[in-house]
């Protein structure tokens, strides 16, 4: 089943063609503060989802394209994010800073952005935003100290997610946490829909270049340790979102771009790039001048 949040509060449900509204099933108001029907409907996920496809089956809904897709989840407890997660990523960043050495970092949850959303390139002249493609896991069920073999029963779901980056050596969260800075959609599918785990193809596209290309087989640390190594320091809440990991082929974004990221048997999303005017501040005013190692 795919989730979605879209118009504003809109909570739905969507079979990739129409979406059906279930704000009303779900508790998601107008004007709710803070937004957290979604972390709800994950939570209660069990009793909900036949009533879901029930609607879904008998409600004729909007075109999915008619839509603004907002982010799925955008009041997570934490946006964890995994750092160097691949060995070609390692390569081309001559970083030996990897994920089973270095632990997991946070996001600020406001960089959250939908599949609709534009991506707002601060105003920082001298300094180069990469795109990241990566994968989000969407923690379903309350957790802490979690085995690897037991923890994909704690997963909801994944979603198609960009780790946006000011490159610079400065603290890793401040260069990752600009708004916009990590979209995440189209809409969450439940893992009953991904196959294995362990094998799934990405890509990303910036206009029509592929820039990356990757499969979940290659990741230094796998999605199971992820939720182990995560909910062995701290509890993780339904609707917690955790970023996987970049391969290589990270590059430069610039205004009027569009970054596609296709994950299969996930979704694929399209986001627009745009140059912003705010964004400045003192730390980003040295230039750094971003070299590939390889
Ligand atoms: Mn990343």
Same mark, same amino acid.
């Given at each position: 089943m795919k989730v979605v949040r879209f118009n504003g509060f809109h909570v739905g449900v969507t079979d990739g063609r129409k979406v059906v509204d279930a704000s009303e099933l779900c508790g998601a108001g107008e004007g $709710?503060? &803070?937004? *957290?029907a979604m972390n709800r409907l994950i939570r209660d996920f069990d009793q909900l989802r036949p009533r879901l496809a029930a609607l879904l089956a008998s409600e004729p809904g *909007?075109? @999915?394209?008619?839509v603004h897709l %907002? !982010?799925? =989840? &955008?009041?997570?407890n934490k946006l964890i994010a995994y750092p160097v997660n691949y060995h070609d990523h390692a390569k081309e960043m001559a970083s030996r800073g990897l994920a089973n050495v270095q632990g997991y970092f946070l996001k600020s949850s406001s960089s959250l952005s939908g599949a609709s959303d534009a991506i707002e390139l601060p105003n920082l002249p001298g300094r180069e935003i990469h795109h990241e493609c990566e994968i989000a896991l969407v923690i379903g069920k309350q957790c802490r100290d979690i085995p690897a073999e037991r923890a994909m029963e704690h997963v909801f779901g994944f979603a198609c997610l960009l780790d946006m980056t000011v490159r610079g050596k400065e603290e890793r969260v401040f260069r990752k946490?600009? $708004? !916009?800075f990590t979209p995440v959609g189209p809409w969450i599918v439940t893992a009953? %829909? *991904? &196959?294995d785990f362990a094998n799934i193809d990405m890509k990303l596209w910036v206009n029509d270049e592929l820039r990356q290309q990757a499969n !979940?087989?290659? @990741?230094? =640390?796998?999605m199971p340790s992820m939720v182990a190594i995560a909910s062995s320091a701290s509890t993780l809440y339904p609707g917690d979102l955790i970023a996987t990991g970049t391969p290589a082929g990270v590059g430069r974004v610039v205004d009027g771009d569009v970054v596609t990221i296709e994950v299969a048997n996930v979704g694929r999303m399209s986001v627009r790039v745009v140059q912003g005017a705010r964004g400045a501040n003192v730390v980003f005013e040295k230039p750094y001048e971003f070299v590939r190692a390889h």
């Open positions: $709710d503060w &803070p937004p *957290v *909007v075109a @999915l394209d008619s %907002e !982010t799925p =989840v &955008p009041w997570p946490s600009y $708004d !916009t009953d %829909e *991904v &196959p !979940t087989r290659d @990741l230094i =640390v796998d």
